[in-house]
């Protein structure tokens, strides 16, 4: 997903906790830009305080606890998902036009490099084809349907496109409130689990994470550069 003639994608990270409805609308004006040729693509970090979203295909009826959280309608594809602290939130902008427009190839990125993330931290995390987002093997649980081995779930995928470029992304589990996820049924799969990387053992922060992530965001779709002072948030 490499573009060897485009400029370097700006990489940012903004502290503390983010409303849901800032994000989105840094996203919607700044997609704009990037579309337009007004702005560089863009990879924006953050969290969120404790929220649900629904994507695109939620179900009503997976939504077990409505008073819990508050709940956003999202443009994103997939169905219901957490997020709040201790989760890093990806959004990945994008022009694929200048990469390759082909929306699979992308999700196969997004998977590739959080797989290769986890893989620095000893976590083999593996996709599946009936089920969206980053798996681990839990030969630790009890096993799930059928006698299957017990798998969890450590990272979501919901991605939009606009004039090909790309909206949302990812997100993954590094140390949230697992206890949260029992307000949904996690994009309507039922018979698996979450997990984090704390709750795998691996007491690792957030900047160790972030930096893993660059690394190999940059191996996957190309080089980075540090958002400028006055783009980051205080």
């Not at 400029?7 to 989105?24: E, K, N, S």
């Not at 997609?31 to 994507?55: N, R």
């Not at 169905?79 to 990945?92: F, I, K, L, S």
């Not at 083999?124 to 093997?137: A, I, L, P, Q, T």
Request: overall charge negative.
């Amino acid at each position: 997903m490499a573009s060897p003639d485009s400029p370097a994608v700006r990489w940012t990270i903004w502290p503390g906790l983010t409303a849901y409805a800032d994000a989105v609308a840094f996203m919607d004006e700044h997609v704009a830009a990037i579309a337009a040729g007004l702005a560089p693509e863009t990879v924006l970090l953050l969290e969120h305080p404790s929220l649900y979203t629904a994507g695109t295909s939620a179900d009503a009826a997976d939504l077990v606890d409505p008073d819990r959280f508050p709940v956003h309608a999202s443009g994103r594809g997939g169905e219901y998902t957490y997020h709040g602290p201790g989760q890093r939130v990806a959004y990945v902008m994008l022009d694929l036009k200048r990469r390759r427009p082909d929306v699979r190839a992308f999700v196969s990125a997004l998977e590739h490099w959080i797989i290769a993330t986890l893989g620095d931290f000893q976590v083999r995390g593996e996709r599946r084809e009936d089920r969206v987002g980053v798996w681990v093997r839990r030969p630790d649980r009890p096993a799930g349907p059928g006698g299957s081995m017990a798998e969890d779930k450590i990272a979501a995928i919901g991605i939009r496109l606009r004039k090909w470029v790309t909206l949302h992304g990812i997100s993954l589990n590094v140390d949230p409130d697992l206890d949260h996820f029992g307000g949904i049924v996690p994009c309507g799969v039922s018979d698996h689990g979450v997990t984090s990387l704390v709750d795998l053992g691996l007491p690792v922060s957030m900047p160790d994470v972030d930096l893993v992530l660059r690394q190999h965001f940059e191996e996957i779709f190309g080089p980075t550069e540090d958002a400028a002072a006055g783009d980051q948030r205080d």
